[in-house]
Each structure stands twice: as C-alpha cells, then as structure tokens.
C-alpha cells in the first residue's frame, strides 16, 4: 500500500545529475499529480569566492547588488531554465532559491513544507573525494525528513 505524492522537492544546480532529477520528478509528478518545487541553493561562501575573483575592486557595490538581484531570480538563473525544459509537461512547478549549506537548506525545506519525496541527482564525484568531503546527495539521504529518489 502506498501513499500519495502531493509535493516533490527538486534540489537544482544546473548539473546534469540535476536535469536527469528534474526529468524523473517530471515523470513521478504526471503520474502522481503531485506538485513540483524546483529549490536552487547558493552557498554564501562559494558565492563571495566567485565574485571575489570575478570583479575588478571590491568597492563596486552597484555590481555585487546587480549579482545578487540576477541570483536571487528564478528567471535569470539558467538552472531553473535546464530544470524546467527536463520537467516536460508539469503544472505550476515552484522555483525557489535559498541561501546557505546546501543539504541543510534542502532537508530544512523539505521538513518547513510537507515535502513528500525529495529527488536529487547523483554527483559525479570520485569515492575518495566523497569520502573526504562527503555530497550533497549522500547529507541529504541521511538527514532528509522524507523518503529520498537518487537520480543516476
């Protein structure tokens, strides 16, 4: 006996773990009729890295402002673009973006909002780096609120 799927949390990246994620959850969401939430997370530190080393002087405020307007929009993010085109067909799917470590987010999401099932691609990360460092997806199997689909 089973339950019904009302709600499916996508974490995205732009990855192709994540788009073949997206596709799946596409898949469970025609069949289901559930609801999609599509969650992109930026990490603060990753982020002040890649800026950091992008910009010419640190003072140009007006540019970090314009960065951070662009990343805290689901329309100009291209993840959100790749996710949704791999979603297919599916009905009033949710972009949402949060700020901070990205299992904890996604895990603190899923519990915040009745997530149902979490579908999360696979990174293609080598065994020993997964072991010194850990992924996403292997946080997120062990902390998540709710059942977890891993997307090889």
Known sequence: MGFPLKKLLVPIDGSE???????HAGELA??????????????PDLYQLSVLSEIPPLTDYEYLSAIEKQMNDPAKDPAFEKARTALGTVSGAENEI???????????YAKEHAIDQIVIGARGRSAFNALLVGSVCSQVLH???CPVTVVH
Request: with cysteine.
């Open 143 to 145: 902390h998540a609120p």
């Open 98 to 108: 949060a700020w901070g470590q990205a299992a904890a987010m996604i895990c603190d």
């Open 30 to 43: 025609r069949l289901s009729g559930a609801a999609v939430v599509l969650l992109r997370v930026h990490s």
């Open 17 to 23: 773990g994540a788009e073949r994620a997206a596709a």
